[in-house]
Nanobody, 126 residues
């Protein structure tokens, strides 16, 4: 299984970016996905997660109302639309995949995931 994350870049405060994460080598339609980020000198944190069905989502308080997670089953791709970006959103963003069903609360924990993408850098300049 491989996860290919893309869409990062340099953006000004208040700008938008859309991250994508495409899964390959995974045939099942039952999997949850999440986005995490790690800023320099900080621990990795959960940003947003989406359940296998897509019916349940989680957002960190710091991104609620600004970020939107979605998924496209046919392409085995998850997206993270990031609006109103702030300097504190600067980080390397990682996508992760958890096969099968799992309760949403567990998806906030990075140890719940089996597969990880390589990360994409988001830099928000002021």
């Amino acid at each position: 299984v491989q996860l290919q994350a893309s869409g990062g870049g340099l953006v000004q405060v208040g700008g938008s970016l859309r991250l994508s994460c495409a899964a390959s080598g995974f045939t099942s339609d039952h999997y949850a996905m999440g986005w995490f980020r790690q800023a320099p000198g900080k621990e990795r944190e959960a940003v947003s997660c989406i359940s296998s069905s897509g019916g349940s989502t989680y957002y960190a308080d710091s991104v609620k109302g600004r970020f939107t997670i979605s998924r496209e089953h046919a392409k085995k791709t998850v997206y993270l639309q990031m609006n109103s970006l702030k300097p504190e959103d600067t980080a390397v963003y990682f996508c992760a995949l958890k096969p099968g069903q799992i309760i949403l609360s567990a998806l906030r924990n990075d140890v719940s995931y089996d597969y990880w993408g390589q990360g994409t850098l988001v830099t928000v300049s002021s």
